[in-house]
C-alpha cells in the first residue's frame, strides 16, 4: 500500500505563489505516474498536472499551463507542484494521486490507485 500526504497549501494574494509537496511512504512510487488533482466547492474534481514516471513528461490543464510546474524526487519519494500567478479560480483542495500501472488517462480521476487527504489552497482577490 502507499499513503500520500500533501502539504504546504495555504491562504494567499493573487499573483502570488504556493509550493505544495506530497510525499509518498509505503513503497516507493518512483516507477508510478504521479498527479495533482483539484476540486473547489460545488464543482467536480478536475485534473491538474501529471507526470510520468521519470519526470520528462509532464502534462498540464489548460487552465494552469505556464503558471504551474510539476516536478518529482524518486530519490526522496516526493512530488511537487510549484504555483505561481495564482488566481482566485484556483481556490480548491488539492490532491495528490498516483497511478501504480500507468496504463490509462493520465487526466482521469479513475486511474489512480492512491490518493492523498489534500490540502486547502485559498487565492484572495
Known amino acids: 500500500q502507499v499513503q500520500l500526504v500533501e502539504s504546504g497549501g495555504a491562504l494567499v494574494q493573487a499573483g502570488g505563489s504556493l509550493r505544495l509537496s506530497c510525499a509518498a511512504s509505503?513503497?516507493?512510487?518512483?516507477?508510478?505516474?504521479m498527479a495533482w488533482f483539484r476540486q473547489a466547492p460545488g464543482k467536480e474534481r478536475e485534473f491538474v498536472a501529471a507526470?510520468?514516471?521519470?519526470?520528462?513528461?509532464?502534462y498540464y490543464a489548460d487552465s494552469v499551463k505556464g503558471r504551474f510546474t510539476i516536478s518529482r524526487d524518486n530519490a526522496a519519494n516526493t512530488v511537487h507542484l510549484q504555483m505561481n500567478s495564482l488566481k482566485p479560480e484556483d481556490t480548491a483542495i488539492y490532491y495528490c494521486?498516483?497511478?501504480?500501472?500507468?496504463?490509462?488517462?493520465?487526466?482521469?480521476?479513475?486511474?489512480?490507485?492512491?490518493w492523498g487527504p489534500g490540502t486547502q489552497v485559498t487565492v484572495s482577490a
Open positions: 507526470s510520468n514516471w521519470s519526470g520528462g513528461g509532464t
Open positions: 509505503g513503497r516507493t512510487v518512483s516507477s508510478y505516474t
Open positions: 494521486a498516483a497511478d501504480k500501472y500507468a496504463l490509462g488517462n493520465r487526466r482521469g480521476a479513475v486511474s489512480y490507485d492512491y
